[in-house]
C-alpha cells in the first residue's frame, strides 16, 4: 500500500495522530462491522489511548474539515460514530485480525506513522530555529536603540544619574539599627 494514500488517512483528534475504522477496514479488505466486532470481542486490548469512539461533533468537525458528505465509502450515512485508532491501536489491531492481508497494511501503517512523527520533528526543529533567528534580530534591535539613546544623554542627566546610583550605594551601607528583642509569646511549661 502506497505511504501517501496511508498518510492521507491519518487524522489529529483529541491530540492524537488517528485512523479511523472504516479506512482500516478499506486498507484491511474487511467489512466496518467485521473490524469493530473484532475490536468488541477484544475491547481489553484497547484502552482509550489506543482506540476511542468519536463524539458527533468530532465527526462533523471532520467531515467539515475534510469536505466529506454524509456518507462513508458511498454507502449511505453511519449509523454508528466511527473508532479512532491511534498507532498503538493500530499495532494491537495486528493481534485481533491476523489475515496476510492485515500483517502487509500494519506494516505499512506503521511506516507512515513513522514518516509523520519524523517530518513534524524536522519542521519543529527548522521552526523553532527560524524562532530564534527572528528573536536574536529582534534583540540586538533593541539592544542598538538602548546604546543610541544612552549616547544620546546630556552631560548634566549623566551626572544626576551618577549621584543617584552614589545615594542609593550609600543608602544599602548603612546598617539597620538592631530591634530590641520582643517578649516571646505564649506560656511556659513548668519542668
Not at 505511504?3 to 488517512?9: G, P, V
Not at 467539515?64 to 449509523?79: F, H, Q, Y
Request: aromatic share 8%; glycine share 4%; with cysteine.
Amino acid at each position: 500500500m502506497e505511504l501517501q494514500i496511508i498518510q492521507n488517512k491519518i487524522h489529529e483528534i483529541r491530540g492524537y495522530r488517528v485512523i479511523l475504522d472504516f479506512d482500516l477496514a478499506d486498507m484491511y479488505e474487511v467489512e466496518t462491522k467485521y473490524l469493530k466486532r473484532s475490536v468488541k470481542n477484544n475491547i481489553e486490548r484497547f484502552p482509550t489511548d489506543f482506540m476511542f469512539e468519536l463524539t458527533k461533533n468530532e465527526w462533523e468537525s471532520l467531515r467539515c474539515k475534510n469536505c466529506t458528505s454524509n456518507t462513508v465509502n458511498g454507502r449511505g450515512g453511519i449509523r454508528y460514530m466511527p473508532y479512532a485508532f491511534t498507532e498503538q491501536g493500530v499495532a494491537m489491531l495486528s493481534s485481533v485480525l491476523k489475515s496476510e492481508v492485515a500483517i502487509n497494511v500494519n506494516i505499512a501503517i506503521m511506516r507512515a506513522f513513522v514518516a509523520i512523527r519524523q517530518l513534524i520533528l524536522n519542521n519543529k526543529s527548522i521552526l523553532k530555529i527560524e524562532e530564534l533567528e527572528e528573536r536574536i534580530i529582534r534583540l540586538e534591535q533593541c539592544v542598538e536603540i538602548g546604546f543610541k539613546n544612552n549616547n544620546e544623554i546630556n552631560e548634566d542627566t549623566r551626572t544626576q544619574i551618577e549621584y543617584i546610583y552614589d545615594i542609593l550605594g550609600e543608602l544599602q551601607t548603612v546598617q539597620k539599627q538592631p530591634e530590641t528583642p520582643r517578649k516571646p509569646i505564649g506560656f511556659k511549661i513548668p519542668d
